[in-house]
């Protein structure tokens, strides 16, 4: 079965540094998310991605943070200058559509933050 | 922001019970509601979702049951098994509105017994 796949597993930076979190969707796929869940809250939205474009995303999602489909399988989060509270799990997820379809989910990145 | 809630942080079942996961909202806009899986070190599996113009759907073992009026739905596992031990996630969507995110709440983690 097609699985989104993020790297890497784990991720370690200094604060104050840039981090880039890598994502391969399904391959038909056509809109993009990141979520992310910090050790014991929920699941956050964080930004959706269509057609090279940001479509929605949360409060979270400031200046610090930027998406990017550099080509025709990645799908990229970066973000510019890492605080702390950064530290987290980071999902990829993708849909083909838009509707009633579910999200699929990669297995995460931990962001940890020193 | 407490709009999907799973009022339940643990749940334990012998193997071969039914499992019963409850899920509340407060937000009248959602229309599909989804239940994913997730395993440690893994992200969160789709399990089996219904739109709001439903009241149940059935997948294999898992049913989903959706109570507008009470905005409230629920995950039935039967028989459970031990390979359903997991966190269970309940996520909700306002797919009319446009919409792209899904709001989640923060999990039930189930424990089946052998």
């Known amino acids: 079965e097609p699985e989104v796949t993020q790297t890497p597993s784990h991720q370690v930076t200094q604060m104050g540094q840039e981090v880039i979190l890598r994502c391969v969707p399904i391959s038909n796929h056509l809109y993009f998310y990141w979520y992310r869940q910090i050790l014991g809250q929920k699941v956050e939205f964080l930004v959706s991605?269509?057609?090279?474009?940001?479509?929605?995303k949360s409060e979270i999602f400031d200046d610090q943070f930027s998406v990017e489909r550099p080509d025709g399988s990645n799908f990229t989060l970066k973000i510019r200058s890492t605080k702390l509270e950064d530290s987290a799990m980071y999902f990829c997820?993708?849909?083909?559509?838009?509707?009633?379809?579910?999200?699929?989910f990669g297995d995460g990145t931990r962001l940890s933050i020193l | 922001d407490q709009q999907v809630k799973q009022n339940s942080p643990s749940l334990s079942v012998q193997e071969g019970r039914i499992s019963i996961l409850n899920c509340d909202y407060t937000n009248s806009m959602f229309d599909y509601f989804l239940w994913y899986k997730k395993y440690p070190a893994e992200g969160p599996t789709f399990l089996i979702s219904?739109?709001?113009?439903?009241d149940k759907n059935e997948d294999g073992r898992f049913t989903v049951f959706l109570n507008k009026s009470a905005k409230h739905l629920s995950l039935h596992i039967v028989p459970s098994q031990p390979g359903d031990s997991a966190v269970y996630f309940c996520?909700?969507?306002?797919?009319?509105?446009?919409?792209?995110?899904?709001?989640f709440g923060k999990g039930t983690k189930l424990t089946v017994n052998p």
């Open positions: 219904i739109s709001s113009i439903k």
């Open positions: 991605f269509y057609n090279n474009e940001i479509s929605e």
């Open positions: 996520a909700a969507d306002h797919t009319q509105g446009g919409s792209e995110k899904l709001v």
């Open positions: 997820a993708s849909t083909q559509g838009r509707g009633l379809e579910p999200q699929h």
